[in-house]
């Protein structure tokens, strides 16, 4: 039988906008019926000494189990009370409810808080007619020989050099070893390692000092390393590098012609420059639109102080936490704070809460003027889907079918953003 809200005193000790208290008191009558009724269950199973299962007593039952019958009693009473206590109140928890402080010793009435954490009450306000400036990018044909230089850099050929002696533009062949204070370095030694002479080096003057070397010749390098080098053993201390500079070699940089273009399946030069400025104008147009949703973002945010829950901040928290450590990770960064740090909880908090504020301000323009995403909405969604990776079509479908929820979510944003766009006051400036 469900324990119902019939002669239960609901309290409300706490109410904040995102965070209601309620003190609940379940009569005494209520507690012994749902006892008697989980006691009966109890006594039916029971396996005790001396009888048949289900012929125990009472009396004895109580006392073998007492502790479990009273968990389950509290357990179930909860249980049956909780949903109907927040439909009552018409709660709308953003995340499980906590049971709190809870007074029981299985004679008497129970009590108990319920802590609800729910979404905050308010209308957006402000959004219509919002100042925007555009910086529309015009891609000039400089913006289109810049990466034609960069595609030329990146299909280059390494070729011998004539040369006799190394020059910075050069790549040289080399073999060393090292040593500090005579001695040996062991694994401070290789052969046949190519080493640009103009790019940085993790070892500050190694390069520097191979300029000028004639192929063949040995030469001896010494380089103080610093006091806050890694290895510890060689921080502060001259290192000796003896090197020998086995051959040079000397970038060759592709014409840029039609066969550059070849070389990404395009049939001329022409049709590589009209390949890059379509890119280039998307790359454009992506980054005007993220601007001018941020300054849209950070117009409704000063506008709407809207309060939060902070189960959702901790929960955007950790992600970001999380999230910027593995970056740190992959850079080879291993003395990443931990994510409990205060330094990463006091860095990330704030774009935790703006993530979560704008969150709620979103989805309240989307109510506020009808803009959530429909279903035909979302199917052409997954028909563009499919036509962009034909190949995929189930794997598409199912994507979709598991992240249907975000979808919605991600239309509607782009429906409100786009919105607030066409209500919206913009000065375009034309930049090159």
Do not use: W
């Not at 080493?195 to 001896?220: M, R, V």
């Not at 060689?234 to 940089?253: I, Q, S, Y």
């Not at 014409?255 to 550059?260: F, I, N, R, T």
């Amino acid at each position: 039988m469900v324990t119902t809200l019939e002669k239960v005193k609901l309290k409300t000790s706490v109410n904040e906008p995102c965070k209601v208290t309620l003190t609940v008191q379940v009569p005494k009558e209520a507690v012994q019926a749902k006892a008697s009724e989980v006691e009966v269950r109890f006594q039916k199973a029971a396996r005790l000494p001396g009888f048949r299962q289900g012929k125990a007593p009472m009396e004895l039952v109580r006392q073998n189990f007492q502790d479990k019958i009273q968990g389950e009693v509290l357990d179930q009473i909860i249980r049956d009370l909780v949903p109907q206590i927040i439909k009552e109140r018409s709660l709308t928890p953003v995340t499980t409810p906590l049971i709190d402080k809870i007074r029981y010793d299985g004679s008497a009435s129970l009590t108990f808080e319920l802590v609800v954490e729910r979404s905050p009450d308010f209308k957006v306000r402000n959004y219509k007619g919002i100042s925007l400036t555009r910086a529309l990018k015009t891609v000039a044909d400089q913006d289109v020989d810049r990466e034609i230089a960069q595609l030329r850099e990146r299909n280059a050929r390494l070729v011998p050099s004539a040369d006799e002696s190394a020059k910075p533009e050069h790549h040289a062949v080399i073999r060393y070893e090292a040593s500090s204070e005579g001695r040996p370095i062991a694994d401070f030694k290789a052969e046949n390692q190519l080493l640009n002479l103009s790019a940085p080096q993790s070892i500050e003057g190694f390069a520097e000092g191979i300029i000028g070397l004639k192929k063949g010749a040995t030469k001896e390098i010494t380089i103080p390393f610093p006091k806050k080098h890694p290895r510890q053993e060689l921080a502060g201390r001259p290192v000796t590098f003896r090197v020998t500079l086995e051959d040079l070699k000397e970038k060759v940089l592709p014409a840029a012609d039609d066969e550059l273009a070849k070389e990404f399946e395009l049939g001329s030069l022409a049709e590589l420059r009209d390949r890059i400025r379509a890119s280039l104008e998307h790359s454009a147009e992506r980054r005007e639109r993220a601007e001018t949703e941020n300054q849209i973002f950070d117009h409704l945010i000063k506008e709407n102080p809207v309060p939060v829950p902070e189960s959702l901040v901790t929960m955007q928290l950790e992600s970001l936490i999380e999230q910027a450590r593995q970056v740190l990770s992959e850079r080879g960064v291993s003395a990443a704070p931990a994510a409990d740090s205060k330094e990463l909880r006091d860095k990330y908090r704030p774009q935790a809460e703006r993530r979560v504020r704008l969150s709620y301000i979103l989805s309240g323009l989307a109510r506020q003027e009808s803009l959530q995403a429909t279903q035909d909405e979302t199917a052409r969604e997954l028909a563009r889907a499919k036509e962009r990776d034909p190949g995929q079509a189930e794997s598409v479908d199912r994507y979709f079918q598991e992240h249907a929820s975000a979808i919605l979510g991600q239309i509607t944003d782009e429906k409100v953003v786009k919105f607030l766009i066409d209500h919206a006051k913009i000065k375009d400036n034309q930049t090159k």
